[in-house]
């Protein structure tokens, strides 16, 4: 019989899960705290968070799924991802680009379990701020390019009397 605790424990990580756009389960045996705290706040930042909870839990909140029970053995944590699929996925990647001491071993996107090549593919696409980024330019360019002609020819008004009075001075 479960005790509470671990059922309000597991009931806390099925709704995290439920919540989060995407999902990491990864190993982060041998990874100090002082990175481990760095690598919590810069998922914080960017709309992520990492959690740590028993195999038993993650097992039992991923409904025994055998992608997930063959992956958990070790020291296991969820990164979870909830303002865009990809934010907490590259701040991930980067760490562990950075660090080399987390591996990623299943990640989780719409109701699919991603192998670990498939996830670090996920933390390659843009994020939502950079598609934002790049739509915001595309929809400004025209009104910027017709700003600027429009200003060409008053510009060259403006040239032309300088040189004339330039030339009889």
Excluded at 63 to 78: F, I, R, Y
Excluded at 130 to 142: D, G, H, N, S, W
């Amino acid at each position: 019989m479960p005790s509470s605790k671990n059922e309000q424990n597991l009931q806390l990580t099925k709704d995290k899960i439920g919540q989060a756009k995407s999902v990491l389960i990864v190993d982060y045996a041998g990874t100090p705290v002082n990175d481990l705290t760095q690598l919590r706040r810069d998922l914080k930042q960017n709309g992520g968070e990492f959690f740590v909870t028993k195999n038993t839990l993650i097992n039992l909140s991923f409904d025994k799924k055998p992608e997930v029970a063959d992956a958990l053995n070790g020291m296991n944590a969820l990164i979870l991802s909830y303002d865009d699929e990809v934010g907490a996925v590259k701040v991930t990647y980067d760490f562990i680009k950075d660090k080399e001491k987390m591996t990623v071993k299943v990640g989780y996107l719409d109701g699919k379990f991603l192998t670990a090549s498939e996830a670090e593919a996920l933390s390659k696409i843009p994020g939502k701020k950079e598609m934002l980024a790049t739509l915001l330019r595309t929809v400004q360019k025209p009104g910027n390019d017709l700003a600027g002609v429009l200003q060409a020819p008053v510009r060259d008004l403006v040239y032309a009397l300088q040189a004339i009075v330039d030339k009889k001075e």
